[in-house]
């Protein structure tokens, strides 16, 4: 407790045993080490942080790097705990294989073991029929990137084909930009959203040329376009990516409708809420999420039958089977407008290359943030933008390869 100047301070004070604040005299010990500004390494972890759900309790230190034992904690990779773990080590001290694995993790740890091996692998004979074709329902007058971000994404994740099922008015406006997409123009409404009317027309190419859907992408929010939504997710003979406004559109149901509206869907699909979506679908607030994300959902997958994505940092994935599982990458530049549609273009594709639901979902979120991390390492955390983070699609899948 002496002189903290040009010094490496170790913090093994307080384990992953905490289970209330931390006294006053350590809560001013934390905060001097805090002050000084050195850099520290956390032993297990970082002490005033809850291994359980990774509160502050009370005062915590805010380590530069953390090693940890046999296997990480949930206080490790949840906020704030994440943020004061810094960068997690996890060593092998000996415990018995059997004791890790006997009852298996409550949350698994997508990383590039995890992930590695559910990628598709290519054929020499192959063509891009054999990749899925990805119809992507998005876009409306003043959101005409979103639904080109998500076919973008989907093509650069390895899907052999992609239409942009739009507005008329929005397909317009962004052919001089479309290259390798092809689009299906629908009826419009006068606030230059897609009509009821487009109904019909979606359901006959789902059931004659595509293989998966993501829809919700920039779609609006009018009447008439959330009419539109419910009813062609309730018709959909594909898998589907719900996101966005078809999010939106599902949180106009009656809350005791909702669970058994989506669990009706066959086949099952993914849903990719925000905190924010999260909340409206299941009329809390933001708060209550933030305070048991894997809790809420792990309920609503086992509720509608339905992989859900909870995006944030971490990013969780939750399948109705109670199985649950935290991302390892992605970071806070791509908290940005887009990347969101981007990565509902990512578990399209992978879906249309006949991945299960879940499967496309672990491996969408891993390479999507794998992407982020790639592209800041070039633009930085600050000038990421979406459409970077699919320049680092190809590099996150060469990366991953290896």
């Known amino acids: 407790t002496g002189d903290l100047q040009n010094v490496v301070v170790v913090d093994a004070v307080i384990g992953t045993g905490l289970n209330k604040p931390v006294k006053e005299k350590i809560a001013g010990l934390i905060e001097r080490v805090n002050d000084a500004g050195n850099t520290v390494f956390a032993v297990d972890i970082p002490t005033g942080i809850s291994s ?36 997690l080590y996890i060593e092998d001290i000996g415990f018995p294989h059997e004791l890790l694995t006997r ?19 290519r054929v020499r004979d192959s063509y891009k029929g054999m990749y899925g074709h990805v119809l992507v329902v998005g876009g409306s007058q003043g959101k005409t990137g979103a639904a080109l971000l998500s076919a973008r994404a989907v093509l650069r994740s390895g899907a052999g084909l992609v239409t942009i099922a ?14 390798e997409e092809m689009t299906l123009p629908l009826p419009c409404t006068d606030d230059g959203t897609v009509s009821p009317e487009g109904v019909e027309e979606v359901l006959g190419f789902l059931h004659e040329r595509a293989d998966v859907v993501a829809i919700g992408p920039g779609l609006g929010r009018e009447k008439a376009t959330v009419g539109f939504i419910l009813e ?15 999010l939106f559109a599902l949180s106009t149901l009656d809350k005791r409708e909702l669970p058994g509206f989506i669990k009706s869907l066959r086949p099952p699909s993914v849903l990719t809420p925000h905190i924010g979506e999260m909340a409206r679908l299941l009329r809390i607030k933001p708060g209550d ?9 792990r309920k609503l997958s086992e509720d509608t039958g339905c992989c859900i994505v909870l995006k944030g940092s971490p990013t969780i994935v939750a399948s109705p089977e109670g199985r649950v599982f935290i991302n390892s990458t992605g970071n806070p530049g791509m908290s940005t407008a887009g990347t969101g549609d981007v990565l509902t273009g990512m578990i399209a594709s992978l879906t249309g290359q006949n991945l299960p639901p879940l499967e ?12 982020g991390d790639i592209a800041a390492e070039r633009t930085g955390e600050h000038s990421l933008i979406a459409g970077d983070v699919i320049e680092g699609i190809p590099g996150a899948f060469s990366r991953f390869r290896a």
């Open 52 to 87: 359980d759900d990774g509160k502050v309790m009370g005062a915590a230190i805010r380590a530069d790097v953390t090693v940890t034992f046999g296997l990480p904690k949930l206080g490790h990779v949840l906020s704030p705990g994440a943020e004061h773990s810094g960068k």
């Open 103 to 121: 009852e298996g993790p409550a949350v698994e740890l997508i990383d590039k073991d995890l992930a590695g091996p559910l990628l598709p692998s």
């Open 166 to 179: 739009s507005a008329g008015p929005v397909i317009d406006s962004v052919a001089p930009a479309i290259l």
């Open 232 to 246: 062609v997710i309730r018709r959909s003979p594909l898998p589907m990516v719900i996101d966005a406004d078809a």
């Open 289 to 297: 999420i933030k305070g048991d994300p894997i809790g809420i959902a």
């Open 360 to 371: 496309a979902s672990i491996l969408g979120v891993y390479l999507h943030g794998l992407a």
